[in-house]
């Protein structure tokens, strides 16, 4: 999922819908992909033909995701 998604909640036909579930998935910065995706044109199809790339390392649950949020707030 793109990490800008994350806040977005969409209403379709009257109902309302999350971007995640309760289930683990990885985030994406969509500047992370831009500057992978630019990196990738410029070297050409020698280096990176035929090639995988991972933007997310981790997956996390929406309540791990909550925890990681607060790790640096004070009040």
Known sequence: M??????SVWSIKGG???AY???AIGF???EDVAEAAAVILME???KHS???YWFSVEALTP???AEN???GYRS
């Not at 793109?2 to 806040?7: E, Y």
């Open 2 to 7: 793109f990490m800008q998604n994350f806040l």
């Open 16 to 18: 309302l819908y999350s």
């Open 21 to 23: 579930t309760s289930k």
């Open 28 to 30: 994406t910065a969509l």
């Open 44 to 46: 050409g199809p020698e």
């Open 50 to 52: 035929g090639m995988d």
């Open 63 to 65: 309540h791990q995701v």
């Open 69 to 71: 949020a607060n790790c």
